[in-house]
């Protein structure tokens, strides 16, 4: 049975002590639950020994909150408050105001830019194409951090974390950056509400999931009771995995941030998975959706995301989940499309996207199946830990007797035998 084999999965991992605990779920496009299952503690800590890791356990969910600052630019875009194609500089104006870092004089550490006043949209923000690139990323931003006495993506606030230079011309490249954090207070501005009470009216209270998610969970006494702990394997990504008490996955901020500050349970984050993948309109009209899963990319940005992803084994371990380099990429809103399958795992056109402490989403839309699975474990997207949400994701597939490539072939066969069975996709 695959679901007996993605149990082993997990079981010898919390066993090994590679994960301390995790919640994994899928579905179809039905809603149906294919599976759904917990492992382990939900802390290391010797005082919550005890505390299981379960659908309910509230965890730092990190970049997959981008996923739902897109569904919330799109509602908002509904509303009629914002516009997708319009300038957002003037609302931010210290949005691009150092220009463009263009090299960096190590010998007197020193930045030289090149000013830019191109229009950023919130198309581009979402698409990562707007010129942003997280400063932990990349070279130049890093030395430049470093010649200010300033530690990469700190402060508290998004201009702190992201009002840095851009490292191209907006619209003309790729790279992965705060562009959800900018899209996220885009729609807190044009709606005169908080990206966490702009979400909880219009995604977490009609999904039923708004009390099991937050921004600041640390000040919702059932949400903090709930919250799990991070934990960190040693500096050779070995186990077994120990408590990390000192690290703050938002590095200081209390802003809302739409790209990685969202805190929930897995089972809230599956439903709204669940409702994305099934285009509920309880979200977004049709055409919302049609817009959050097309490509966004021109040719040319394609082909530099996809040089983007190889460009060094960071920007591979954090960005492409396991996914071969052969596989082709691009990039939505609601998050990276592989264009071609992986035999045994996914069909072309699945999205995917993850978050730092080891989590990930898929939907595989021709397969009709959708999953997360929400852990918290560091060193950032492990591979050893993407392994595991690889074989869940197969296991899920198996599940649905689903064979890549050769649906068609089973399809003609069943149709000569006169078989009626058919797949739900």
């Given at each position: ?98 220009g463009i870092i263009t090299s960096f004089d190590d010998e007197n550490n020193t930045a030289s830019f090149e000013p830019d006043t ?123 995995a120990v408590d990390a008490p000192d690290f703050d996955m938002l590095f200081g901020g209390t802003d809302c941030f739409g790209g ?87 069909r072309k056109g699945t999205t995917f996207w993850a978050g730092v402490p080891s989590c990930m989403w898929f939907m595989d839309h ?60």
């Amino acid at each position: 049975m695959a679901s007996s084999k993605i149990d082993k999965v997990y079981e010898d991992a919390i066993a090994s002590g590679l994960l301390p605990g995790v919640s994994v779920l899928a579905g179809d496009k039905d809603g149906k639950i294919l599976y759904s299952k917990s492992f382990g503690k939900s802390s290391l800590k010797p005082e919550k020994a005890n505390e299981p890791f379960t659908d309910s356990t509230i965890a730092s969910i990190a970049s997959m909150s981008k996923l739902m600052t897109s569904v919330a630019a799109l509602k908002a875009v509904e509303l009629g408050k914002l516009d997708l194609d319009a300038d957002v500089r003037s609302t931010f104006p210290s949005m691009g105001q150092h220009g463009i870092i263009t090299s960096f004089d190590d010998e007197n550490n020193t930045a030289s830019f090149e000013p830019d006043t191109t229009p950023v949209t919130v198309r581009m923000l979402l698409s990562h194409t707007s010129g942003h690139e997280y400063d932990w990323l990349n070279l130049l931003l890093g030395k430049w951090r470093a010649s200010r006495n300033e530690v990469p993506w700190s402060g508290p606030t998004i201009e702190d974390k992201s009002a840095i230079p851009m490292v191209f011309t907006p619209g003309t490249n790729f790279a992965y950056g705060g562009g959800h954090d900018w899209a996220g207070k885009a729609v807190a501005v044009a709606t005169d509400k908080t990206l966490e009470n702009f979400m909880r009216e219009h995604i977490w209270t009609p999904l039923g999931i708004e009390n099991d998610v937050s921004f600041y969970p640390k000040q919702n006494p059932d949400l903090h009771h709930r919250l799990a702990d991070l934990a960190t394997l040693n500096e050779q990504g070995l186990p077994p995995a120990v408590d990390a008490p000192d690290f703050d996955m938002l590095f200081g901020g209390t802003d809302c941030f739409g790209g990685a500050g969202v805190f929930c349970s897995a089972k809230a984050y599956y439903t709204f998975l669940s409702a994305v993948f099934r285009r509920d309109p309880a979200l977004l009209l049709a055409e919302s959706y049609e817009e959050l899963f097309r490509p966004q990319l021109d040719a040319k940005a394609e082909q530099a995301f996809n040089e983007y992803l190889a460009s060094s084994p960071a920007h591979t371990q954090f960005l492409c989940l396991g996914i071969p380099h052969t596989v082709r990429k691009t990039w939505s809103f609601a998050g990276m499309i592989c264009l071609d399958g992986q035999e045994g795992r996914f069909r072309k056109g699945t999205t995917f996207w993850a978050g730092v402490p080891s989590c990930m989403w898929f939907m595989d839309h021709e397969a009709g199946v959708c999953g997360t699975a929400v852990c918290q474990i560091l060193p950032p997207m492990h591979p050893g830990v993407v392994a595991l949400h690889e074989k869940f994701q197969r296991g899920v597939l198996e599940m649905v007797k689903f064979e890549l490539g050769g649906v068609e072939e089973e399809e003609e066969e069943e149709e000569e035998e006169g078989d009626s069975c058919c797949l739900s996709l």
